[in-house]
């Protein structure tokens, strides 16, 4: 069973940068999308940034110009780059890569993301 394990995570004062990264314990194959989630107290799961396979990323609205996401397939590991952070980025962020062969998405545990203003 592959499993994510993200870090990187901590506590940065606003307009500071932070480096998630999301490494799989094995090597995955027939990955069709690959994205990072956050969720902070009381607020529902929102997808922060995507990149499926042969398509651009994607980012939400609130953090474009700010994040990156990217991959390292050889690593078998997606990065997220944090600039100029704000205290409404706060959350747990999380992983999340989603194969087609067989159809199934694997999750990441986790990680604190805090922004002190």
């Known amino acids: 069973q592959v499993q994510l394990v993200e870090s990187g995570g901590g506590l940065v004062q606003a307009g500071g940068s932070l480096r998630l990264s999301c490494a799989a314990s094995?090597?995955?194959?027939?990955?069709?999308?690959m994205g990072w989630f956050r969720q902070a107290p009381g607020k529902e799961r929102e997808l922060v940034a995507e990149i499926s396979r042969g398509g651009m990323p994607n980012y939400a609205d609130s953090v474009k110009g700010r994040f990156t996401i990217s991959g390292d397939v050889a690593k078998n590991t997606v990065y997220l780059q944090m600039n100029s952070l704000k205290p409404e980025d706060t959350a747990v962020y999380s992983c999340r890569v989603v194969i087609s062969t067989p159809p199934y998405g694997y999750w990441g545990q986790g990680t604190q993301v805090t922004v002190s203003s």
């Open positions: 094995a090597s995955i194959v027939s990955i069709n999308f």
